[in-house]
Protein backbone atom coordinates (compact mmCIF):
# COMPACT_ATOMS: atom_id res chain seq x y z
CA UNK A 1 0.00 0.00 0.00
CA UNK A 2 1.84 3.63 -1.10
CA UNK A 3 0.66 7.22 -0.27
CA UNK A 4 -2.18 6.08 1.70
CA UNK A 5 -4.12 4.77 -1.12
CA UNK A 6 -6.40 1.30 -0.57
CA UNK A 7 -5.54 -2.05 -2.17
CA UNK A 8 -8.61 -3.03 -3.51
CA UNK A 9 -9.18 -2.61 -7.52
CA UNK A 10 -12.01 -0.53 -7.18
CA UNK A 11 -11.49 1.51 -4.26
CA UNK A 12 -7.88 1.89 -6.16
CA UNK A 13 -9.66 3.53 -9.18
CA UNK A 14 -12.07 5.25 -6.92
CA UNK A 15 -9.03 6.44 -4.87
CA UNK A 16 -7.14 7.46 -8.42
CA UNK A 17 -10.11 9.11 -9.94
CA UNK A 18 -10.49 11.56 -7.15
CA UNK A 19 -7.43 12.40 -6.77
CA UNK A 20 -6.99 13.32 -10.58
CA UNK A 21 -10.19 15.53 -10.59
CA UNK A 22 -8.97 17.27 -7.14
CA UNK A 23 -5.60 18.24 -8.49
CA UNK A 24 -7.54 19.47 -11.99
CA UNK A 25 -9.99 21.42 -9.87
CA UNK A 26 -7.32 22.58 -7.73
CA UNK A 27 -5.06 24.20 -11.17
CA UNK A 28 -8.27 25.61 -12.25
CA UNK A 29 -8.94 27.53 -9.44
CA UNK A 30 -5.48 28.55 -8.89
CA UNK A 31 -5.87 30.07 -12.72
CA UNK A 32 -8.94 32.03 -11.83
CA UNK A 33 -7.19 33.01 -8.40
CA UNK A 34 -4.38 34.55 -10.21
CA UNK A 35 -6.80 37.15 -11.12
CA UNK A 36 -8.62 37.14 -8.10
CA UNK A 37 -8.07 37.96 -4.76
CA UNK A 38 -6.54 34.40 -3.66
CA UNK A 39 -3.64 32.39 -3.09
CA UNK A 40 -3.65 31.27 -6.98
CA UNK A 41 -0.01 30.09 -6.94
CA UNK A 42 -0.16 27.95 -3.86
CA UNK A 43 -3.31 26.08 -5.48
CA UNK A 44 -1.51 25.56 -9.00
CA UNK A 45 1.59 23.55 -6.59
CA UNK A 46 -1.10 21.67 -4.83
CA UNK A 47 -2.59 20.33 -7.99
CA UNK A 48 0.11 19.63 -9.84
CA UNK A 49 1.57 17.87 -6.57
CA UNK A 50 -1.78 15.85 -6.83
CA UNK A 51 -1.09 15.20 -10.62
CA UNK A 52 2.36 14.59 -10.03
CA UNK A 53 2.26 10.55 -9.67
CA UNK A 54 -0.50 10.22 -12.39
CA UNK A 55 0.74 12.39 -14.60
CA UNK A 56 4.57 12.39 -16.80
CA UNK A 57 3.87 16.52 -17.79
CA UNK A 58 2.65 17.50 -14.14
CA UNK A 59 5.52 15.88 -12.59
CA UNK A 60 8.10 17.35 -14.86
CA UNK A 61 6.01 21.12 -14.31
CA UNK A 62 6.16 20.66 -10.78
CA UNK A 63 10.10 19.84 -10.16
CA UNK A 64 10.81 22.43 -12.96
CA UNK A 65 8.90 25.01 -10.92
CA UNK A 66 11.13 23.92 -7.68
CA UNK A 67 14.56 24.39 -9.87
CA UNK A 68 13.28 27.75 -10.74
CA UNK A 69 12.91 28.58 -7.27
CA UNK A 70 15.30 27.73 -5.67
CA UNK A 71 17.41 29.13 -8.48
CA UNK A 72 15.73 32.41 -7.71
CA UNK A 73 16.07 31.92 -3.95
CA UNK A 74 19.94 31.76 -4.64
CA UNK A 75 19.98 34.56 -6.83
CA UNK A 76 18.07 36.66 -3.90
CA UNK A 77 20.89 35.59 -1.34
CA UNK A 78 18.06 33.29 0.80
CA UNK A 79 17.46 29.64 1.59
CA UNK A 80 15.56 27.72 -1.25
CA UNK A 81 12.03 27.84 0.01
CA UNK A 82 11.23 24.36 -1.25
CA UNK A 83 12.68 21.49 0.72
CA UNK A 84 14.53 23.84 3.27
CA UNK A 85 14.91 22.86 6.79
CA UNK A 86 15.19 25.55 9.38
CA UNK A 87 17.81 24.21 12.16
CA UNK A 88 18.26 25.93 15.32
CA UNK A 89 21.46 27.90 14.43
CA UNK A 90 19.77 29.83 11.58
CA UNK A 91 16.93 30.79 14.23
CA UNK A 92 19.89 31.75 16.49
CA UNK A 93 21.20 33.95 13.69
CA UNK A 94 18.16 36.04 12.88
CA UNK A 95 17.82 36.62 16.37
CA UNK A 96 21.50 37.63 16.56
CA UNK A 97 20.90 40.15 13.80
CA UNK A 98 17.89 41.48 15.27
Same mark, same amino acid.
Given at each position: +?????? $???? %????? &???? #??? /? ?8 ? *? %?????? !?? %???? !? !? %?? *? ?7 A?? #? ?7 ? $?????? &? /? !? ?11 T ?6 ? +?
Amino acid at each position: +MTNGAP $RHPT %LLLAW &KIGS #ITV /GSLLILLGLV *M %LVTPGP !GW %LAIF !G !G %LA *MLSPHSVWAKA #ILSWLKKKL $RIRSRK &K /G !GQSPVGAETTSKTREDRKAR +M
